[in-house]
């Protein structure tokens, strides 16, 4: 049998409810959602034969990983309506580039060493046309537990997102190679690991 957990006291023990999945095989199926979620908020576990509970918990690098993607997706969304918007790229402003990414582009050594903990930043944007590229550092942090369990984990990957000036089409996004110099100095990153953007 197959239930939830929606909260484990260590007073009373875990709070189960039975799943309203859909029956296959005579087994009861989890009603199917996004997996980061699911890492997140509960956890699958089963009871064996002899009646014993084990269960799980979302590591810290499992939580990063799912706040990379969803940052990740999240400027997508943005970029997709500053491209709609921008007839070139010279109409793109600093302010609206700053409101995606922190700006990266011209900095030296020194002050990327002086920078805090930037989840997303700007390192490139280019243009050929109506065609634009822009590259992207995000990353994240997460931490679970406390005293003797606790976890940190730090992640981060780096994307080339493509659209259309003046259009509102999709933004392509696809793994890129970070610079050696932001990874090596920008702070979240160079304590960080780095995750292809493919595999989250």
């Known amino acids: ?24 095989g005579g087994h009861t199926e ?43 997706a999240a400027v997508s969304d943005r970029l997709q309506t500053l491209f709609a918007e921008s007839p070139s790229v010279s109409d793109i402003s600093a302010e609206e580039l700053s409101e995606i990414g922190f700006d990266l582009r011209e900095l030296r050594r020194d002050e990327l060493l002086e920078l805090g903990e930037i989840r997303t930043a700007v390192y490139d944007l280019e243009s050929r046309g109506p065609s634009v590229e822009v590259g992207m550092i995000v990353a994240e942090r997460a931490q679970t537990g406390g005293g003797w369990s606790y976890d940190d984990a730090r992640l981060y990957t780096c994307v080339l997102y493509r659209g259309q000036l003046g259009e509102a089409t999709e933004v392509d996004a696809e793994s890129a190679q970070c610079p050696d110099e932001i990874v ?17």
């Open 184 to 200: 090596e100095n920008l702070y979240l990153i160079r304590s960080g690991e780095f995750i292809p953007f493919d595999r989250l």
């Open 30 to 72: 989890p009603m199917k959602s996004d997996a980061s979620r699911a890492r997140s908020t509960r956890c699958l576990i089963a009871i064996g034969l002899v009646g014993t509970l084990s269960g799980c918990v979302a590591s810290a690098s499992d939580l990063a990983r799912d706040k990379v993607a969803d940052s990740a």
């Open 1 to 24: 049998m197959i239930v939830w957990v929606d909260h484990w006291s260590p007073l009373q023990g875990p709070l189960l409810r039975m799943n309203s999945g859909a029956t296959l």
